[in-house]
């Protein structure tokens, strides 16, 4: 008898976040390429497109469009589902009750972030509200929740103690094929970037302004590309760079990139300043390592698990910051250190292994 694992596949037929998308992409082949003799994969999505995932057996297409799929799912209500291993990469997944004991349907959802309930303000309104009525479901409903750190692990216990026991923590990684491209100069001119710079991930909005300050503390003219940035937030890191003493001309912000221009960029930069605290996981800070790019990292929970020794942790405020690029940047030999010192950290991440993880926290539902 053939065991299928039916992933929920929202984000590559009307995708919300690039990083869920490309999450959702990866893990799913992933998912095929390590399926144990006897199992298959299957897909779950909205009305919608297929999606663009070789080897999938069977592919559910619900009736509802991902907006009102996702409002239905919120209230409990699932038609057209069906039973059996359900898993969804993201939040997203039919939460309903179901008998965890005496039959084999499983529910397993995913949490990248804890926004919604550590910095609300950072998404609108409904989005807010959403992931908290999910989470709710989950408490009541979900055989698991995976998440990537145990610092995340922690803080959800937290928020939703009745999860107690049902929390796993399975890291995401790079995305497939992740490499330097052949044509890292052409890209740059396309994106208008210069040859050389500090690259600031600017993904999340805490510690934007203790980087660009900790920047033009550190004196040199070095050219900063701010990556990750929202379009509404462009504008705002333009002020931040003013108020911090950085001149207009040594600012460049861009917003969400494709792997390859990701790729392009940080190979070119000669370090990445990672300087958000909050609970969610640093995806840009998981590929400089893949790429063993030198990272300099805000001291907290979630970089001291990820990035270990694989980069310099240092205090969260401009001065730490500061501290810390100076200390890289002084000499060639102390980059160079660092690189090594990424690239072998970035070999602890892997989608093929995250999915083995996957396949084995079914096995033991």
């Known amino acids: 008898m053939t065991a ?44 919608g497109d297929d999606p663009a995932v070789d080897g999938l057996v069977d592919v559910t297409r ?39 004991v005496n039959e084999t349907h499983q529910i397993v959802v995913t949490l990248w972030d804890l926004r919604a309930w550590e910095a609300p303000e950072t998404l609108s309104r409904p989005e807010a509200m959403w992931h ?23 803080a959800l216990s937290e928020i939703a103690p009745r999860l107690a026991g049902r929390i796993r923590v399975i890291a995401g990684a790079a995305p497939e094929g992740f490499r330097v491209p052949t044509d890292v100069a052409g890209r740059l001119r396309s994106l208008d970037l210069p040859a050389a710079f500090v690259l600031i991930d600017g993904a999340r909005e ?25 379009d509404p937030d462009v ?15 040594r600012i460049h912000v861009r917003g969400a990139l494709e792997p390859f221009d990701r790729a392009a960029v940080l190979s070119s ?18 590929e400089a390592l893949a790429l063993g790019t030198p990272v300099v990292a805000a001291d907290c929970a979630v970089h001291r698990e990820v990035v270990l020794d694989g980069g310099l942790l240092v205090d969260a405020s401009a001065e730490g910051l500061r501290d810390g690029l100076t200390q890289v940047l002084a000499s060639d030999s102390a980059l160079a250190r660092l690189a090594v010192m990424s690239g072998d950290r970035g070999r602890a991440f892997s989608w093929l292994g995250a999915a083995e993880r996957v396949w084995q926290l079914h096995a033991e539902l």
């Open 206 to 230: 805490i510690g934007r302004d203790a980087a660009l300050a900790a920047v033009a503390r550190a004196g040199g003219g070095a050219p900063v590309v701010v990556t990750g940035v929202g």
């Open 62 to 100: 619900l009736a509802l469009p991902r907006r009102e799929l996702a409002a239905s799912w919120q209230l409990g209500v699932a038609p057209g589902v069906g039973k059996g291993m359900i898993h969804s990469p993201t939040l997203m997944g039919p939460l309903v009750r179901h008998d965890r």
């Open 132 to 154: 908290r009525a999910m989470l709710k479901r989950a408490e009541r409903y979900a055989d698991a929740v995976v998440v990537p750190t145990h610092a995340m692990a922690a």
């Open 269 to 286: 930069a000669s370090l990445l300043i990672a300087p958000a605290t909050d609970t969610a996981f640093p995806w840009l800070v998981v």
């Open 4 to 47: 299928t694992l039916r992933v929920v596949l929202d984000q590559l037929v009307s995708p919300t976040s690039p990083d869920l998308a490309e999450a959702s992409h990866a893990l799913t082949r992933a998912l095929i390429a390590t399926a144990p003799r006897g199992a298959d994969v299957a897909g779950i999505i909205p009305r």
């Open 235 to 249: 504008a705002g890191i333009a002020d931040l760079a003013a108020t911090a003493g950085l001149p207009e001309s």
